[in-house]
């Protein structure tokens, strides 16, 4: 059996009550037309708008942030080649959840059965490994979504057998036909434009959370405007949700609070973290970013801790691997800071995109073969020269300014 938060469909045409589904599902768009934002995938003459159109649907990844489409998406080209949809979440489903779907598929044709595997990132590789035959022969066509770097996160065999595609947040034009579509469920007039921008900003590009929003507003009020919307985020009706706007302003303040040296609220924010359920990886990999970026060279072995952190998360789990995350926290938090590394680094990529590949110094060129030796490739190369070796364009550059690291 499916464990409670394991979604399962059978088919998209199963009829569910209305009065059970919260707003964002009553107004899923079931087609290609009905379908909002990510133009440049599902367009004129865009691939996966070409990929239905031909019937060669072949297994993705759709890399995006929350509420951006990627389980509609995923939905709509199941309804669009008149397949049948499975879906399941890699939070609380398992290998014995796939057998099943594989057990059904199977007396459908290949290429006809759309699986789609919500937070892929959150299977491990053994679970990954199981997808692979079929994938391979096509019982599945898999859907996989995630939030992290699916580069990082999928295996490289089942990566090498899906197409990647980036999906964007929703832009203003896509949020507004959102929220329109939503009052018209809702059968609320027209919201006044202070109370639309309001909504849009919280979005910040995520229709879920608009749309979760507004229709926590219309449980609580008679009247959808600006006042009753900020009263709304108070309720109850908003909890902290892995995919949506909590999960990431908890994240900013534990980093935020690290980069204080304030271990104490760091801490709190990281029980928050995990008494959520949240990945610990996802946690750990933001604690890899934070030793380089924000410690640096004021404490290198920060970077040396927070790799073992994430080994530990990796290799333990939960419950014991919290022990690991509040240990690097702590360290992480009262180590002294220096940013100097990460600010010059930025400063020279800045470089880069403003002058391109400038031609290197000639005397520091590879000098492989007679030509390029008589052409005066490493012509002059010292080990340890008295003069810049940057691009003659931007020859004397100092990107490195050493900062006074902070405790």
């Known amino acids: 059996m499916l464990t409670r938060r394991a979604l399962f469909l059978l088919s998209v045409r199963i009829p569910l009550e209305n009065m059970a589904k919260p707003l964002a599902e009553l107004i899923r768009p079931q087609t290609l037309k009905e379908f909002i934002g990510q133009?440049?995938?599902?367009?004129?003459?865009?691939?996966?708008?070409?990929?239905?159109?031909?019937?060669?649907?072949h297994s993705m990844i759709f890399w995006g942030p929350p509420g951006c489409g990627k389980t509609t998406l995923a939905r709509v080209i199941a309804n669009e080649i008149g397949g049948q949809f499975f879906a399941l979440s890699a939070v609380s489903a398992g290998k014995g959840d796939v057998k099943k779907i594989v057990e059904v598929a199977r007396g459908f044709p290949p290429g006809k059965t759309i699986f789609f595997l919500d937070e892929i990132h959150r299977f491990n590789k053994a679970q990954q490994d199981y997808l692979l035959p079929y994938v391979e022969d096509g019982t599945l066509t898999l859907v996989g979504a995630t939030t992290e770097n699916p580069s990082f996160e999928v295996i490289a065999p089942l990566l090498s057998r899906c197409q990647v595609f980036v999906l964007e947040p929703l832009?203003?034009?896509?949020?507004?036909?959102?929220?329109?579509?939503?009052?018209?469920?809702?059968?609320?007039?027209?919201?006044?434009?202070?109370?639309?921008?309001?909504?849009?900003?919280?979005?910040?590009?995520?229709a879920r959370q608009a749309l979760n929003l507004l229709e926590a507003t219309s449980h609580l009020y008679k009247e959808i405007n600006l006042a009753n919307l900020k009263n709304a985020l108070q309720s109850k009706f908003l909890r902290y949700d892995q995919l949506g706007e909590e999960h990431y302003n908890t994240i900013s303040a534990f980093i935020k609070s690290m980069r204080a040296s304030d271990a104490d609220a760091a801490l709190y924010y990281l029980a928050r973290m995990v008494d959520a359920g949240e990945d610990p990886l996802f946690i750990a990999r933001r604690m890899v970013v934070f030793a380089s970026e924000d410690i640096g060279m004021a404490q290198p072995t920060a970077l040396v801790v927070a790799n073992g952190v994430f080994r530990a998360c990796e290799t333990i789990g939960y419950p014991e691997c919290q022990e690991n995350l509040a240990h690097g926290a702590v360290y992480l938090a009262l180590a002294k800071k220096d940013r100097s590394a990460y600010n010059a680094y930025m400063e020279a990529l800045s470089d880069v995109k403003k002058y391109g590949n400038l031609p290197v110094p000639l005397q520091i060129r590879n000098a492989p073969t007679k030509l390029m030796k008589e052409l005066g490739y490493g012509k002059g190369y010292e080990r340890y020269p008295n003069e810049s070796l940057l691009p003659e364009k931007i020859k004397g550059r100092k990107y490195l300014k050493p900062a006074s690291p902070r405790s």
């Open 171 to 206: 832009n203003d034009e896509n949020l507004r036909e959102v929220i329109r579509r939503g009052l018209k469920e809702l059968k609320i007039p027209q919201l006044q434009k202070d109370a639309e921008d309001f909504l849009m900003n919280f979005a910040n590009g995520d």
């Open 39 to 57: 133009e440049h995938l599902v367009g004129k003459n865009k691939p996966i708008l070409l990929a239905i159109k031909n019937g060669k649907i």
